[in-house]
T-cell receptor
Framework: DAGVIQSPRHEVTEMGQEVTLRCKPI?????LFWYRQTMMRGLELLIY????????DSGMPEDRFSAKMPNASFSTLKIQPSEPRDSAVYFC?????????????FGEGSRLTVL | AQSVTQLDSQVPVFEEAPVELRCNYS??????LFWYVQYPNQGLQLLLK??????LVKGINGFEAEFNKSQTSFHLRKPSVHISDTAEYFC???????????FGQGTRLTINP
């Protein structure tokens, strides 16, 4: 079975450019999470969706960041304009919203470098 | 709000030696506890979880963890490590009834031959 699929795996861009990261969750999962991982701050939850609806976006750093989930099989995280401090690995994860176990299944991440 | 503290950022051990990775949490309500592992250039994978019942939880790859409510700890152990255990390990906590999973800063486990 396919896991969580993220694209691109690597992105190098220049400051000021728009960046769009994409995620396809596991089929049947109805919760989707975006995390950012940096050496300084570790793993930070940016936003999560339940049944395509954003539930908590308190981790989104600022207005330059936006996330959408137009349907159950696709989500995007957009940064516009990008800045060097946005350089990080961005992970998407999905889970079944059933019971307390709630295991998160992570994608392999999108490594973003902003020059 | 809940939080997680992993007391060691790096733990070097020799191959076949035992290891303990420490995790403490704080929460005003009951929580579920998890350990995830991240191998180089990969996403996180679930190692084990504590939901209720027996405080000793066994996971994959020979790892186990013990929930200690009085000390608010959930330390991860393995009696004999292998080179392939080299990875970063994350402790995480979820408040009961919530979806949000809060991770600790991670502990990098390095196995020396």
């Amino acid at each position: 079975d396919a896991g969580v699929i993220q694209s691109p795996r690597h992105e190098v861009t220049e400051m000021g450019q728009e960046v769009t990261l994409r995620c396809k969750p596991i089929s049947g999962h109805n919760s989707l999470f975006w995390y950012r991982q940096t050496m300084m701050r570790g793993l930070e939850l940016l936003i999560y969706f339940n049944n395509n609806v954003p539930i908590d976006d308190s981790g989104m750093p600022e207005d330059r960041f936006s996330a959408k989930m137009p349907n159950a099989s696709f989500s995007t995280l957009k940064i516009q304009p990008s800045e060097p401090r946005d350089s990080a690995v961005y992970f998407c994860a999905s889970s079944l919203d059933l019971g307390p176990s709630g295991e998160l299944f992570f994608g392999e991440g999108s490594r973003l470098t902003v020059l | 709000a809940q939080s997680v503290t992993q007391l060691d950022s790096q733990v070097p051990v020799f191959e076949e030696a035992p290891v303990e990775l420490r995790c403490n949490y704080s929460s005003s309500v009951s929580v579920y506890l998890f350990w995830y592992v991240q191998y180089p250039n990969q996403g996180l994978q679930l190692l084990l979880k504590y939901l209720s019942g027996s405080t000793l939880v066994k996971g994959i790859n020979g790892f186990e963890a013990e929930f200690n409510k009085s000390q608010t700890s959930f330390h991860l152990r393995k009696p004999s490590v292998h080179i392939s255990d080299t990875a970063e390990y994350f402790c995480a906590v979820r408040r009961q009834g919530a979806q949000k999973l809060v991770f600790g800063q991670g502990t990098r486990l390095t196995i020396n031959p």
